[in-house]
């Protein structure tokens, strides 16, 4: 059983920065996948960035590519979503996932925390 809880969301200007933690329960952090997504309103969950718990590989939507970095600390169980050059389009709850395995589709996460709301202002 994995619980997440997530911080760090807030109210930024465009072009400004958040940093967003997820920290973990569990013995078994490092084994896990963890992912974040973000659901806008009145729009389906996407997928954002994912990091492996094997080999740190890390995956990103394209639409956060060289603008968002995903990183985690297995010592602290703690997986980190650090955002800059923040767009009013980023504007989201946003989710940190955990599974075994990393898929693209939000169903495919077993584990899911409460959400953190990030409002990017134009």
């Known amino acids: 059983q994995v619980q997440l809880v997530e911080s760090g969301g807030g109210l930024v200007q465009t072009g400004g920065s958040l940093r967003l933690s997820c920290a973990a329960s569990?013995?078994?952090?490092?084994?896990?996948?963890m992912g974040w997504f973000r659901q806008a309103s009145g729009k389906e969950r996407e997928f954002v960035a994912a990091?492996?718990?094997?080999?740190?590989?890390?995956y990103y939507a394209d639409s956060v590519k060289g603008r968002f970095t995903i990183s985690r600390d297995n010592a602290k169980n703690t997986v980190y979503l650090q955002m800059n050059s923040l767009k009013p389009e980023d504007t989201a709850v946003y989710y940190c996932?955990?599974?075994?395995?990393?898929?693209?589709?939000?169903?495919?996460?077993?584990?899911w925390g409460q959400g953190t709301q990030v409002t990017v202002s134009s």
């Open positions: 996932a955990a599974e075994l395995t990393i898929i693209f589709s939000p169903t495919g996460w077993g584990y």
């Open positions: 569990g013995r078994t952090f490092s084994s896990y996948a």
């Open positions: 990091i492996r718990g094997t080999d740190g590989n890390t």
